[in-house]
């Protein structure tokens, strides 16, 4: 689970930095526009493997309260 989160979150950083880069650079917008759509999925990726953590994590908590 860590090691997808962890290319999750090496593609948003190389998304976002192509997003930089399509704003200074002659990318054409539909190149920006695939990077940001990339971006956007590799966020939410992000977001669902530390929201399995989450409750990973919970459900461990839960299980040593008794």
Known sequence: MI???????QRAVAA?????IAGTAT????DATEITAEAARDTAK???TLAE???????KVNRFKV
């Not at 990318?27 to 539909?30: M, N, R, S």
């Open 16 to 20: 976002m930095s192509g997003s930089q």
């Open 53 to 59: 953590i989450g409750r990973s994590i919970q459900e």
């Open 27 to 30: 990318l054409d917008k539909a």
């Open 46 to 48: 992000t977001r669902e």
């Open 3 to 9: 090691e997808r989160l962890q290319r999750g979150s």
